[in-house]
């Protein structure tokens, strides 16, 4: 495809980070080689091989609890709350001064566009440790009791899809209430939480407050159950969260899990039609699709479904697919090919099961793990790309004729993390979102995100809150 | 909808198929009334401000380098209308402003010339003649610019005088009294009126949507002067601030491609004011292609309202050209 306007490549140049061919553990505030085997870490625009990484045994678990009980007990957990938020600031402001750094590694790592993790993940992921630094002495005031107290050590697992922001969704709110870490990395995506670790160093952070042991599913398995861990915290897939469920099922462990979704995005015929497709597109791929909140089911009121697919499908027509680090790209790549695997698979299955498939025209790199945006119409409700998480660019479009279908369809779901809702009309906002049963409800917006805003879900994608008041409750003692 | 439904739109531009004062189908008969026209442009679908505006900016990060920064100077050059509305312009004044429309770099005649001069219409015959055996269009305002605040029969005569005088396009402004007091029917008969004693010449119509101030209301504006039949419709005045605006641009990119697919007739934009500088300029046309799309890459379609943004775009083909910046002392002073 040409076009008058051809864009010519712009990309972000990948000198400025400096990948180590190999990496160890960092524990007790140094790196240190692991005891078990390693593995490869591959940038999923090219499969090309970016390092190579230590999988944690069940030993270096062990050793990085055990380091981060000593920080706790002699360092982190006495300190004067006003000087665990100057550590908490210092952080903060080096993630902004490495921002490009940052942004450059988590786009070669995960394969997002370079332009949403230099935009949206680096500085939310520095919003996140500013916001909670300033919690660090007025906890008093959180409305969580007199004096509340940390639970001790955390064992955090966190997911591919936003390396970088979850790893600071959970380590900053953790420090901030006196907690130390052991924090899991995804299989797929270690490289940022080993760059953090450098800037913990480099701000000069006590020795095992903050302890990054990589690894796959066994090692994160050791982890939870590792019995010095007082708290875990887990995003991730609703199967493993079941896993994790099960595992600390009859400890002391406090648990938060934040899992999957299959969010409605409700467009009433009065929306402001133009950046209700704005918000559709960004709902569904953003971050290729991968995003637990994403708007994956467009529920569109039936009279303006032609119109709104029709404007749809030009705008999906205009997303620039490719190179992660070109500054121009809207859609990056898979992450791994076993999610492409899925990817696939739920497709096959949506068009088996007669859902009408729709892709705009589009040429893809010939390396590496592609998925085109994709949207699925004559979806109905039993079929399976409306009900199962596909984790990927696939949007399944259903119809309703009155604001009470629209509710009990978008309710209709085992999950409950998030809905959107559009309409030109205050009163409908009110008294629609008070109707959906999902943690977050964007009004006339998706995909925004901000630390002052708990995030989490009802039924099946999890439970507790992340971010705000309210998140900060996940690590401190009490009923809250 | 960025395909072309009507192949001939593209030709049939500035004429129209139906009687004036009659809108293309199939909106013919939203002004049989006042009720009517009301109804129809209140129901155009909102326009939400904040998205609209992240809109903006997302578009306003495209990095435009190298070979394609290379096009979008020259075609951001070849749509200016080069403008001087001072009320110190003199013969002198425009006659130095055409010379520049025509060879905007003398040192480098690679460098395309602009797509018109904007003057006032006492002017344009000055204009005509110093660019004379050019491609290079003379625009002139009319109706009262900028504040539009005369009687209809002084603005009717206002266009006609600038006409005759020798200009190839009329910018109109509307009468945003009367589009805020909710009296669209008589903003929609001045164009017609206007369009009508324009003959030959392409009609713009500024919005002045710094006075419109709500997106809501731009949208309604771009509606109401395409079904009136101007040929292009434009942000502003450049007398009012703000002037035109990344997010009003995209309101009315999307009104002029919404309008052609659902009419067939295509409609031009022109922004005005407040576009200074080469990346400013270079924004617009990321927009442009990638809201209405690339039909609309034309001086025919899209035109930048300017004065100093010209020799910003020199100095950046130079660097381009050169490899460094050479001063604004190899631009010339208008």
């Known amino acids: 495809m040409t076009s008058l306007f051809e864009y010519a490549p712009a990309p972000e140049s990948r000198s400025i980070v400096d990948v180590r061919p190999s990496y160890g553990l960092f524990v007790d505030g140094e790196f240190t080689d692991g005891t078990g085997s390693t593995m490869k870490t591959v940038n999923p625009a090219t499969e090309e091989v970016l390092s190579e990484v230590a999988v944690g045994s069940g030993e270096?678990?062990?050793r990085a609890v055990r380091a981060a009980r000593?920080?706790?007990?002699?360092?982190?957990g006495p300190m004067r709350p006003a000087d665990r938020g100057k550590y908490l600031f210092r952080i903060a402001r080096l993630l902004q001064e490495r921002a490009r750094e940052f942004a450059v590694l988590e786009s070669l790592d995960n394969g997002k566009p370079i332009r949403e993790s230099r935009d949206f993940d680096v500085p939310q992921a520095a919003a996140h440790f500013f916001h909670h630094a300033g919690w660090a002495d007025k906890l008093d005031h959180a409305g969580l009791g007199p004096a509340p107290r940390p639970l001790g050590v955390a064992g955090q697992v966190i997911p591919w899809n936003f390396p970088m922001l979850m790893l600071a969704w959970k380590i900053a709110p953790a420090l901030a209430t006196g907690n130390t870490v052991v924090l899991k990395p995804a299989e797929t995506t270690p490289l940022t939480a080993l760059l953090f670790a450098e800037v913990c160093q480099q701000a000069d952070l006590p020795p095992g407050v903050v302890n990054i042991v990589t690894g796959a599913g066994d090692t994160g398995r050791s982890l939870v159950a590792h019995p010095d861990v007082d708290k875990v915290a887990f995003t991730g897939s609703t199967e493993v969260g079941r896993e994790?469920?099960?595992?600390?099922?009859?400890?002391?462990k406090r648990l938060t899990l934040e899992l999957g979704g299959k969010a409605a995005n409700i467009v009433f015929d009065d929306a402001p039609i133009d950046q209700a497709v704005e918000g559709i597109v960004r709902g569904i791929f953003f971050n290729q699709g991968h995003v637990c909140c994403a708007g994956s089911r467009l529920l569109v009121q039936e009279s303006v479904h032609d119109e709104v697919l029709a404007s749809l499908q030009r705008r999906i027509g205009t997303l620039r697919i490719g190179d992660p680090l070109d500054k121009n790209t809207d859609i990056g790549a898979i992450n791994s090919a076993e999610q492409l695997v899925r990817i696939r698979e739920l497709s096959?299955?949506?068009?088996?099961?007669?859902?009408?498939?729709?892709?705009p025209e589009c040429t893809l790199p010939d390396r590496g793990y592609w998925f085109p945006p994709t949207v699925f119409t004559d979806v109905s409700a039993a079929h399976r790309i409306a009900r199962d998480e596909v984790f990927g660019p696939v949007l399944s479009v259903l119809t309703f004729r009155t604001p009470d279908e629209a509710v009990a369809k978008a309710n209709n779901t085992t999950y409950g993390l998030s809905a959107g809702v559009w309409t030109e009309k205050g009163s409908r906002i009110l008294a629609i979102t008070d109707r959906l049963r999902a943690g977050v409800v964007w009004a006339n917006t998706f995909n925004e995100f901000d630390p002052t805003s708990p995030f989490g879900g009802y039924k099946q994608s999890g439970y507790g809150r992340e971010g705000g008041r309210q998140g900060l409750a996940a690590y401190l003692q009490g009923d809250h | 909808m960025t395909h072309v439904l009507d192949p001939n739109a593209l030709d049939g531009a500035g004429s129209q198929d139906t009687a004036p004062g009659t809108p293309p189908e199939p909106f013919a008969d939203v002004t049989r009334s006042g009720d009517a026209f009301r109804a129809f442009l209140h129901?155009?679908?909102?326009?939400?401000?904040?998205?609209?505006?992240?809109?903006?900016k997302v578009l306003g990060t495209r990095s435009i380098k190298t070979t394609a920064k290379a096009w979008a100077i020259d075609t951001a050059i070849s749509m200016v209308d080069l403008t001087t509305l001072e009320g110190a312009d003199t013969p002198g004044k425009v006659r130095s402003l055409a010379a520049k429309a025509r060879r905007p770099d003398p040192e480098d005649l690679t460098c395309p010339s602009v797509a018109a001069v904007c003057v006032y219409g006492d002017l344009a015959d000055v204009a005509k003649r110093a660019l004379e055996g050019t491609d290079v269009r003379v625009a002139?305002?009319?109706t009262a610019f900028p504040s539009g605040r005369a009687?209809?029969?002084?603005?009717?005569?206002?266009v006609r005088d600038a006409v005759a005088n020798g200009a190839d396009e009329i910018d109109m402004v509307i009468d945003r009294g009367a589009f805020l007091a909710g009296r669209y029917l008589d903003v929609f008969d001045e164009i017609v009126a206007v369009k009508e004693a324009c003959g030959p010449a392409h009609l713009k119509v500024i919005l002045e949507t710094g006075e419109l101030v709500t997106y809501d209301n731009v949208r309604r504006a771009s509606w109401l002067a395409m079904l009136a039949g101007g040929d292009f419709i434009k942000t502003s005045t450049g007398k009012i601030s703000p002037a035109s605006t990344l997010p009003v641009c995209l309101v009315m990119l999307e009104a002029v491609r919404d309008f052609r697919a659902a009419t067939g007739r295509q409609v031009g934009l022109k922004p005005a004011g407040g576009i200074r500088t080469t990346k400013d300029a270079i924004k617009h046309l990321v927009l442009v292609n990638e809201t209405a799309g690339a039909d609309w890459l034309s001086p025919d379609w899209f035109r930048l309202g300017a004065s100093s943004l010209l020799n910003d775009l020199l100095l950046q083909r130079q660097k381009l050209r050169t490899g460094h910046y050479s001063g604004p002392d190899h631009v010339s002073v208008d």
Request: aromatic share 6%; net charge negative; proline share 2%.
């Open chain 1, 60 to 62: 270096d678990v062990d």
């Open chain 1, 70 to 76: 000593r920080a706790f007990t002699r360092v982190w």
């Open chain 1, 244 to 252: 994790i469920a099960r595992s600390v099922a009859g400890t002391q």
């Open chain 1, 348 to 359: 096959e299955i949506g068009e088996a099961e007669g859902a009408q498939r729709w892709q």
């Open chain 2, 43 to 56: 129901g155009l679908p909102g326009v939400d401000q904040v998205g609209a505006e992240i809109r903006a």
């Open chain 2, 140 to 142: 002139a305002v009319a």
């Open chain 2, 151 to 158: 009687s209809r029969a002084v603005k009717l005569a206002d």
